[in-house]
């Protein structure tokens, strides 16, 4: 029997654009279809990964959790381990393929969405799956700011008006190969911009984008199902042609990025909070997130920040078989480990 190639869904988008709220979205709507998740986690712990097993994804109705339903590669970027994890990942998947209706892939914000979409050309992959599309999911309020500005003078502009942007370079690259990559752009949280800032992000993104390739407009991730999945693009066929600011490298170095894991025990929230809000301020720090334990509480504190935005929550009880912790990734750039623990020396609860 002939079975035809399963779809695979790439998504991808920088750091705290809202990959995985969008994923939670599209699988809190899958209405029966089989869809099974590839979650590529920057850090030590798939923290990302613990965000979605924390929404019943990967969980059958009782709430118990279905293994290989979720897949982790924690060994940092996808594209630089995509031979030693993803391989084997797939092979599994394609081993089911009669089981399995769709394939979601969320990318780490740091990811070059190329090299990932060029593995669907290996054959043992390609007689299975096909690209349905690239999904890029862009922060709307951030760009808005100007930290992804296109021209040279507004990205010097930026810099000397904010600090922060001192790193802008390297990052603008990876936000225009995801973009380059792109069959569908999701303009995420417009809810959080003005029509002018809206318009001007729609401009800048389309200057990025291959001809032909769709913008779309949503708050929290929240676009029909059938807007997401289905387009066909088998983006294999033609990722070669998309140019990327790595195409010539011989290696995808991001060494610029570092990733940094803290373990705690039971924290008071406000002086957690605080100390990340200092951490923050003072350190190249691009994205904090992980959970924290609060006492006297029984659900945990989820902890996800951007930049200087920091956006936190209590996201589900805590399971009777999983020690009750504080753990956090800080990435950066050039981040010092012994200054981002002292600054959090005291907030023990």
């Not at 709307?140 to 502009?157: I, K």
């Not at 691009?286 to 956006?311: C, E, N, S, T, Y």
Request: aromatic fraction near 4%; glycine fraction near 6%.
């Amino acid at each position: 029997m002939n079975l035809a190639k399963i779809p695979v869904t790439i998504v991808t988008g920088f750091l705290g654009s809202g990959k995985t709220t969008l994923l939670r979205h599209i699988l809190d709507n899958a209405n029966g279809r089989r869809i099974a998740v590839v979650v590529n986690e920057f850090g030590e712990l798939g923290i990302d990964g613990e965000i979605l097993k924390g929404c019943g994804i990967g969980c059958d109705d009782s709430g118990n959790e279905v293994q290989g339903a979720l897949y982790e590669l924690a060994n940092g970027c996808m594209c630089c381990t995509v031979q030693e994890e993803f391989f084997p990942v797939m092979k599994e998947l394609a081993a089911r393929r009669e089981q399995i209706d769709a394939v979601l892939i969320e990318t780490s914000g740091l990811a070059l969405p190329k090299p990932l979409v060029q593995a669907f050309q290996w054959p043992e992959i390609a007689n299975v799956f096909t690209v349905d599309a690239v999904v890029t999911v862009v922060d709307t309020p951030a760009t808005a700011r100007g930290q992804f500005a296109a021209h040279p003078q507004a990205v010097e502009e930026q810099r000397r008006a904010d600090p922060n942007l001192d790193h802008e370079s390297p990052l603008h690259e990876l936000f225009e190969d995801q973009l380059s990559a792109a069959d569908l752009v999701v303009l995420n949280k417009v809810d959080c911009v003005d029509a002018a800032a809206l318009e001007k992000v729609r401009a800048l993104v389309r200057e990025e984008l291959p001809a032909g390739v769709k913008i779309v407009h949503a708050s929290h991730g929240q676009l029909p199902f059938d807007v997401l999945l289905g387009l066909s693009k088998a983006a294999e066929t033609t990722i070669d042609a998309r140019l990327s600011h790595h195409d010539h490298e011989e290696d995808h170095d991001h060494d610029a990025f570092d990733s940094l894991v803290i373990e705690l025990p039971a924290v008071s929230r406000e002086r957690l909070l605080a100390a990340i809000e200092d951490l923050v301020s003072a350190h190249d720090i691009l994205r904090v997130k992980g959970f924290a334990h609060i006492p006297g509480k029984p659900m945990r504190w989820l902890v996800q920040g951007v930049g200087r935005r920091i956006d936190t929550q209590f996201d589900r009880a805590w399971r009777q078989d999983e020690p009750r912790a504080t753990r956090l990734v800080f990435i950066g750039q050039s981040l010092d480990a012994v200054a981002l623990r002292e600054g959090l020396k005291h907030v023990a609860a």
